[in-house]
């Protein structure tokens, strides 16, 4: 969590490891100092107590500061936006999208749509952006239906990555395990592929 700054993928400052450093080496130094002058100085628990304090309050004055920044990138990037635009500029920003353009392509409204990803995030997320359509989302993939039970109309959303593929050239999907479905493609971007039973 101290290492998360929000805004970039790789944290040039790790707080805890550095600060942990200062205290065992101003502690060392302390140690140092009672051996060096043992004559004139006695260990005082005081002093060490001290020098945790001043490490713990520059630590917690790095994360305070970190977190002042946090909160401006966060106001600036979803202050006065509708919840709709919160979401287009978000952590699911691209998975949004995707479902955004999608929705209008789905008819009937009854239709069913059959959710496809190897990550459960992006597979859960995705069936909770398309509700309320009448969604199929599985975690397991031995649970997706068998292509007997996929019928004509209906509308497979393949979010990347996901082990199902569609072979635009045959126009069909392929399903682990050797089955395939003849269907439409509907839709295809970099964030997944919607494809129509036919």
């Known amino acids: ?8 993928t790789v944290s040039s400052f790790y707080p805890v490891p550095l600060f942990v450093a200062y ?3 101003s502690l060392v130094s302390y140690v140092f100092l009672l051996i060096v002058f043992r004559a004139t100085l006695t260990f005082n628990w005081r002093v060490v107590a001290l020098i945790f304090l001043a490490c ?5 004055l790095s994360w305070q500061r970190r977190l002042l920044h946090q909160l401006a990138d966060t ?3 979803f202050s006065g936006k509708s919840t709709q635009q919160k979401l ?20 009937p409204n ?7 990803s190897s990550d459960n995030y992006l597979g859960q997320r995705g069936a909770y952006y398309l509700f309320p359509f009448n969604v199929y989302w599985s975690e397991t993939w031995r649970a997706f239906p068998h292509s007997g039970y996929i019928h004509k109309g209906d509308y497979i959303v393949l979010i990347n990555p996901s082990t199902l593929r569609f072979d635009r050239e045959h126009s069909r999907l392929l399903i682990k395990g050797g089955d395939t479905i003849a ?16």
């Open 23 to 25: 205290l065992l080496l």
């Open 183 to 198: 269907a439409t493609l509907v839709l295809a971007d970099p964030a997944g592929t919607v494809v129509r039973v036919n």
């Open 88 to 107: 287009a500029v978000g952590p699911d920003a691209k998975l949004y999208n995707f479902i955004a353009q999608v929705k209008p392509l789905l008819e």
């Open 1 to 8: 969590m101290n290492t998360h700054t929000g805004a970039t």
């Open 75 to 77: 106001y600036h990037t």
């Open 56 to 60: 713990w309050i520059s630590l917690d």
């Open 110 to 116: 009854d239709a069913r749509i059959f959710v496809s």
